[in-house]
């Protein structure tokens, strides 16, 4: 199964922007790369999935570069109800069955 | 939609008992996954069934788990017999048609302890 690497801890403040940057060397062709937040006493829950290049939908931005080896998750402006642990789901090497990473967790400071 | 749903919520036990967790995926959706979360290492893939039938179960510890999905809206996991150190939360999450492009929306999960 392929390896994602992340972060193991971030700290911000609220109202600046956070960028999480996960590495996926093992990559296959076909896989999307798919973030996911954690709250504590809850499941991982959908945030957003690329391709390449950059997504953004109401919550984040994700930006791959063209080599797909890497991506970054950017939260604008985080509040500390943004406070948890972000997980990147990597490829699956071709194995069609996606990892998680470690996870990165995230504390968001008044 | 529910969502997926999970039971029990809680599990506490003693070594050597027989232990149980219960999942209803998503409505027709046909991929199930089953998880073990930790904190020493992390959210840890044990199996995946697709309609229904295992794929890949490479990820489950030993033979002291098992897991069935008889049908399209009900899987187990069982710990028989459970130890101290399978003490974790297990996750169940389910998605459309599986793969890297599919988003995996999970249960509230089993906090499991074993004592």
């Known amino acids: 199964l392929a390896k994602t690497t992340q972060p193991i801890s971030m700290d911000s403040y609220e109202g600046q922007e956070v960028n999480i940057t996960c590495s996926h060397n093992?990559?296959?062709?076909?896989?999307?790369i798919t973030w996911y937040q954690q709250f504590p006493s809850q499941g991982p829950r959908f945030i957003i999935q690329?391709?390449?290049t950059k997504v953004t939908n109401e919550v984040a931005s994700l930006f791959i570069p063209a080599d797909r080896k890497s991506s970054t998750l950017s939260l604008p402006r985080v509040s500390l109800s943004d406070t948890a642990v972000y997980y990147c789901r990597g490829g699956s090497g071709g194995s069609y069955i996606p990892t998680f990473g470690r996870g990165t967790s995230l504390i968001v400071h008044p | 939609d529910a969502g997926v749903i999970q039971s029990p919520r809680h599990e506490v036990t003693e070594m050597g008992q027989e232990v149980t967790l219960r999942c209803k995926p998503i409505s027709g959706h046909n991929s199930l996954f089953w998880y073990r979360q930790t904190m020493m290492r992390g959210l840890e893939l044990l199996i995946y069934?697709?309609?229904?039938?295992?794929?890949?179960d490479s990820g489950m510890p030993e033979d002291r788990f098992s897991a069935k999905m008889p049908n399209a809206s009900f899987s187990t996991l069982k710990i028989q017999p459970s130890e101290p150190r399978d003490s974790a939360v297990y996750f169940c999450?389910?998605?459309?048609?599986?793969?890297?492009?599919?988003?995996?929306?999970f249960g509230p999960g089993t906090r499991l302890t074993v004592l």
């Open positions: 690329g391709y390449k």
């Open positions: 999450a389910s998605s459309g048609v599986g793969g890297s492009t599919d988003t995996q929306y």
């Open positions: 093992n990559i296959a062709t076909n896989d999307y």
């Open positions: 069934f697709n309609n229904n039938v295992p794929i890949d």
